[in-house]
């Protein structure tokens, strides 16, 4: 039996239910969370009407103390898409919700006033939260951290959230973002301004001796391979060097492939300018998370968290802010706004294409980060109407600019940075990733730069591709940190999963299973309305090249598509009925 807490805005009552999920459904995460989602969601619903739900999933190993494990996911329909949404964060909220004994959290209705729900052992309250809304995230995390107790986990949204942006983000413990696809102004929509959670204490499930073998080894791995040793090192960061030097880091609105100012950008100069200390989501021991105290200068003193490498891609790249300090800033301000880094990063970046080209007057220039930062704040409020513009995302903010052929997006969503056009597979990646163009829900990106995909014809890429997208939709399931990724195998992974299910699961158990939560998910996505020809890549990567890259060949990008289609049983894309 599955214990799920219901929370309902509009009648403000919370109720509580144990129910069974057949087969691998109640392993949890993902695989728990597209079950409630089939069973309670109105696919044709709006997304941001009452109607709409939020779902909520801490990792199930989290209360094991399995290094990694401390994630937490969020699943809805998505403002930015219109079609099924996830995101995940680290930070504490995991493991608080698993030890208060709540495998998942399910949110309906809308309030009409502001409110806090808060989650405990013994269930749930919704509190006002009238006081909280207008503030930023930063002041409304000390408003709510005076009013909790020490085991305590916060999630909160700000400006962009409350006046319902599309690329709002929900901001766990201030510094970890449920980011892409608009969760922020889900939330907002239901007047939800937070969710916060107080754990009793520790708790520790027990398991058998192989799983128990299994964690050890992934915390060894985790604390002692090179791959651990490198997040350890420079966290995300290290990837500019990595995307410049294979000619993939996206500069000048998907111009080019290479930033000229990318030392400046990398990781290995931080401390130049700041004092660099490491944190962690506990009790993981990679600790890749950054903690800069700045050193000299106006800002000597100051103490901020991050950025990751998204977005030192999405600012530095794309909107050619040179000086890593300078992105810091940034990063800062769109976690304090509540709002996502990655489509912040491409949004704006369009806005100076648009001004660079004449189509705009009003819009930022390259690299001027006090009018970034001013953008920013101004399409989170949304009272300019530039800001107006970019806050409903990039494919209305594209309409308004006249540059629909131009904009680089799939089903709505912007992509990570990874360049196809030099990373030929990650056409693949984003074009059929439910969620839009992501590079997480197979990090397809890994074996293209490891060579492994290097002369495969269509069907070798989507054959390596299904593997990669499989694992880790069983990682979401598990919704266990990307890093930890080669630190798993199959068989690893089936003794994993057979304890959380309580009976043995072989691996090709576990692959069938992954492959029909796959084709649910499509079936979802169809049902909200996405069809096969939203399965394709922004126009300009099939007609413009990249510096020395030609762009992507229609046929080249049909015979991978195609194989990936057969491989996964969908006569022409069309996903098998239920």
């Keep these: 039996m599955t214990r799920i807490l219901f929370a309902d805005l509009t009648s403000g009552r919370v109720s509580v239910e144990d129910l069974s999920f057949p087969g691998l459904d109640g392993l949890g995460g993902k695989a728990l969370a597209v079950h409630l989602l089939e069973r309670y969601l109105d696919p044709k619903v709006d997304p941001l009407a009452p109607g709409n739900i939020i779902i909520f999933t801490p990792s199930p190993l989290a209360a094991y103390g399995f290094s990694g494990s401390n994630r937490f996911g969020a699943f809805t329909k998505s403002p930015l898409t219109g079609a099924f949404l996830e995101s995940y964060a680290g930070g504490t909220m995991a493991r608080t919700l698993r030890e208060t004994g709540w495998e998942a959290v399910m949110v309906q209705g809308a309030s009409s006033e502001p409110v806090r729900l808060h989650i405990d052992r013994d269930g749930a309250a919704l509190l006002p939260a009238g006081d909280l809304w207008g503030r930023e995230v930063f002041a409304s995390e000390d408003c709510l951290r005076s009013l909790l107790g020490k085991r305590s986990s916060t999630m909160v949204i700000g400006p962009a959230g409350e006046t319902k942006s599309t690329i709002a983000s929900a901001q766990l413990d201030n510094d970890h973002a449920l980011g892409r696809g608009g969760l922020g102004a889900v939330f907002g929509s239901k007047r939800l301004k937070a969710v916060t959670v107080t754990s009793a204490g520790a708790v520790r499930e027990q398991a058998g001796g192989s799983f128990q073998d299994v964690r050890r080894r992934v915390s060894k791995l985790a604390t002692d391979s090179p791959a651990a040793n490198a997040y350890r090192t420079f966290g995300t960061p290290m990837m500019v060097a990595v995307l410049n030097e294979a000619g993939a880091f996206p500069t000048r609105y998907w111009e080019s492939g290479r930033a000229a100012h990318r030392a400046s950008l990398e990781a290995e100069h931080w401390p130049e300018w700041a004092k660099v200390e490491t944190e962690t989501c506990p009790p993981c021991p990679i600790r890749c998370r950054r903690r800069l105290t700045i050193t000299s200068g106006p800002h000597e003193g100051r103490v901020v968290r991050g950025p990751e490498y998204e977005t ?112 030929r597979g990650m056409a693949l990646a984003f074009a059929t990733s439910p969620r839009g163009a992501c590079h997480l829900r197979a990090t397809f990106y890994k074996p293209i730069l490891a060579g492994m995909t290097q002369g495969k014809d269509g069907d070798g890429v989507a054959e390596i591709f299904i593997d990669y997208e499989d694992r880790m939709f069983l990682y979401d399931c598990l919704i266990m940190c990307r890093f930890y990724r080669d630190f798993m195998t199959w068989e690893d992974l089936a003794v994993v999963a057979g304890e959380l299910s309580g009976g043995e699961v072989s691996v090709a158990d576990l692959q069938a299973q992954m492959n029909d939560l796959l084709t649910r998910v499509r079936r979802l996505n169809f049902a909200m309305g996405l069809g096969v020809a939203d399965d394709t890549l922004p126009q300009r990567f099939f007609t413009e090249g990249l510096d020395d890259k030609p762009p992507i060949g229609v046929e080249e990008f049909q015979d991978m598509l195609q194989a990936y289609f057969n491989r996964r049983g969908w006569p022409e894309g069309v996903p098998r009925s239920a």
């Design 312 to 423: 030192l891609f999405s600012f530095g790249g794309l909107c050619m802010v040179e000086q890593a300090q300078d992105v810091l800033f940034i990063h800062e301000e769109c976690n304090r706004l509540g709002m996502d880094t990655m489509s912040a990063g491409n949004l704006v970046s369009l806005a100076i294409k648009a001004t660079q080209d004449g189509r705009r007057t009003d819009g930022p220039l390259p690299g001027d980060t006090q009018a970034i930062v001013a953008l920013l704040r101004s399409m989170a409020r949304r009272d300019t109407e530039l800001g107006d513009i970019l806050s409903r995302g990039i494919r209305e903010a594209a309409a308004a600019f006249g540059m629909e052929d131009e904009a680089i997006h799939v089903k709505g969503m912007e992509p990570a940075g990874y360049d196809p056009r030099s990373l």
